[in-house]
């Protein structure tokens, strides 16, 4: 089975501009989550989708958004970029077969450097 | 709020010695707790994880031991390698969370031959 993907691996972004990142999750997956790896916050949620529908949701301003299509595959979109955000975007798929948390397998990410 | 501490930051070992990582959660309603493995410019990978009704997990050479009435958790690797050599994250998610993983700061584990 394929992993996770994500696209593109690297991005760089001027500050003001927006971005689109790309997630891919493993065949069968329905629920992808995302999260920002920075060296000075860890790893931090972002947001979860399940079915096209946001179902958890972390500590971000408005300005990160995601969405879910029917296929399962996900994007996600940083508007107004400011030097913050430059992080490791990772995606992650799993199972989800209801009730229990199910393991997450993280994609490669997607390096965002705003200059 | 939600949160999780883990200590060492950092931990050096020679080859063949056992690493232990802790960390200690604060949601009283997390009920999992996942260990990932993330190798310089690579993802994470789950290593191990265990829920918070087994008190104790393992898989060869790493075991996960859990105290729900402290909130610890803990990372054993005995006989270890230089390819273990990578930075181990805890985290802690409760039921209904939507796989929202709280996660632990990290510790950078070297294994010296």
């Known amino acids: 089975k394929a992993g996770v993907t994500q696209t593109p691996r690297y991005l760089i972004k001027t500050r003001g501009q927006q971005v689109t990142l790309s997630c891919s999750p493993i065949s069968g997956h329905r629920s992808v989550s995302w999260y920002q790896q920075t060296p000075g916050q860890g790893l931090q949620f972002l947001f979860e989708?399940?079915?096209?529908?946001?179902?958890n949701k972390g500590n971000f301003p408005g300005r990160f958004s995601g969405r879910q299509f029917s296929n399962s595959r996900s994007e996600m979109n940083v508007s107004t970029l400011e030097l913050g955000d430059s992080a490791l975007y990772l995606c992650?798929?799993?199972?989800?077969?209801?009730?229990?948390?199910?393991?997450?397998?993280f994609g490669n990410g997607t390096r965002l450097t705003v200059t | 709020g939600e949160n999780v501490e883990q200590h060492p930051s950092t931990l050096s070992v020679q080859e063949g010695d056992s690493a232990v990582i802790k960390c200690t959660y604060s949601d009283s309603a997390s009920n999992y707790f996942p260990w990932y493995k993330q190798e310089l410019g690579k993802r994470p990978q789950l290593i191990i994880d265990i829920r918070s009704n087994v008190g104790e997990k393992k898989d060869q050479r790493i075991a996960v031991t859990l105290n729900k009435t402290a909130k610890h958790f803990s990372l054993h690797i005995t006989e270890t390698q230089p390819e273990d050599s990578a930075v181990y994250f805890c985290a802690a998610s409760r039921s209904g969370g939507y796989n929202k993983l709280i996660f632990g700061a990290g510790t950078r584990l070297a294994v010296h031959p």
């Open positions: 992650a798929s799993s199972l989800d077969q209801g009730g229990n948390n199910s393991p997450l397998h």
């Open positions: 989708y399940f079915s096209e529908t946001q179902r």
